[in-house]
T-cell receptor
Framework: DAKTTQPTSMDCAEGRAANLPCNHS???????VYWYRQIHSQGPQYIIH?????ETNEMASLIITEDRKSSTLILPHATLRDTAVYYC?????????????WGLGTSLAVNP | NAGVTQTPKFRILKIGQSMTLQCTQD?????MYWYRQDPGMGLKLIYY???????DKGEVPNGYNVSRSTTEDFPLRLELAAPSQTSVYFC???????????????FGPGTRLTVL
C-alpha cells in the first residue's frame, strides 16, 4: 500500500492561502490521492481527490506533480474555521476494496 | 437528508460489559465502515460492508462484531469490553461506483466510548 508523509503541523494567517504538502512516492498508477479534514472532535470531512490532473472545487484546489509522487492541497483564503487536522490519503485499490489508510495528518492552525 | 447518524454520543462501560453502537445512513449508500480513533492518532478501520448481508474485516477487528441486515443500518457490537477499546468510534458510508472513480466517505459525528 502506498504511504503518505505530511508535516506534523503548520500555521497560516487568516485570509492567506494555506498550502499543505503531501509526499506519496510509492503511489501506483491506479491509486487516487484523497484529502479529508477533521475539525476537533468531529467526524472527518471529505475535501477533494484526484488521480493525475489538478482539481478544484468550492473548498480547495489539489495540485499533483507530474510524477505523482507528491501533491499540495491549497485553501485559497484560509479562515479560522479551517483550523483542523488535514489527512492526505492514497486510496488502496484492489478489486472492490475501498479502504482508506489514515496517517497522522497535518494539524493546521489558522491565526487571526 | 440527515446523512450518517450515530448513537449514543457518549458511553461509559465497565470491563466485560457489552454494547452496540448504532449507525444509520439515509443516502442509500451501499458501502459502510466502522473506524476507531485513539487520541492523537489517525483512523483505523475495524469492519466494513459492501452491501446488505456482506461484511469484511478491516485492520483492527478483534473484539468487535458487525452485521448488515439493511442498506441503512450497520451496528457495531462490543461483546466483552476492555480498556483497550476506549476510543472514539466513527461510522462512515460511501457510494460505490463501478470504475472506483471517487467514492468519498461521509462520516457520522462519532461515539466517544470509555471502558473502565
Amino acid at each position: 500500500d502506498a504511504k503518505t508523509t505530511q508535516p506534523t503541523s503548520m500555521d497560516c494567517a487568516e485570509g492567506r492561502a494555506a498550502n499543505l504538502p503531501c509526499n506519496h512516492s510509492t503511489i501506483s498508477g491506479n491509486e487516487y490521492v484523497y484529502w479529508y479534514r477533521q475539525i476537533h472532535s468531529q467526524g472527518p470531512q471529505y475535501i477533494i481527490h484526484g488521480l493525475k490532473n489538478n482539481e478544484t472545487n468550492e473548498m480547495a484546489s489539489l495540485i499533483i506533480t507530474e510524477d505523482r509522487k507528491s501533491s499540495t492541497l491549497i485553501l485559497p483564503h484560509a479562515t479560522l474555521r479551517d483550523t483542523a487536522v488535514y489527512y492526505c490519503i492514497v486510496r488502496q485499490h484492489a478489486g472492490n476494496n475501498r479502504k482508506l489508510i489514515w496517517g497522522l495528518g497535518t494539524s493546521l492552525a489558522v491565526n487571526p | 437528508n440527515a446523512g450518517v447518524t450515530q448513537t449514543p454520543k457518549f458511553r461509559i462501560l465497565k470491563i466485560g460489559q457489552s454494547m452496540t453502537l448504532q449507525c444509520t445512513q439515509d443516502m442509500n449508500h451501499n458501502y459502510m465502515y466502522w473506524y476507531r480513533q485513539d487520541p492523537g492518532m489517525g483512523l483505523k478501520l475495524i469492519y466494513y460492508s459492501v452491501g446488505a448481508g456482506i461484511t469484511d474485516k478491516g485492520e483492527v477487528p478483534n473484539g468487535y462484531n458487525v452485521s448488515r441486515s439493511t442498506t441503512e443500518d450497520f451496528p457495531l457490537r462490543l461483546e466483552l469490553a476492555a480498556p483497550s477499546q476506549t476510543s472514539v468510534y466513527f461510522c462512515a458510508s460511501s457510494y460505490s461506483r463501478v470504475m472506483g472513480v471517487g467514492n468519498e466517505q461521509f462520516f457520522g459525528p462519532g461515539t466517544r466510548l470509555t471502558v473502565l
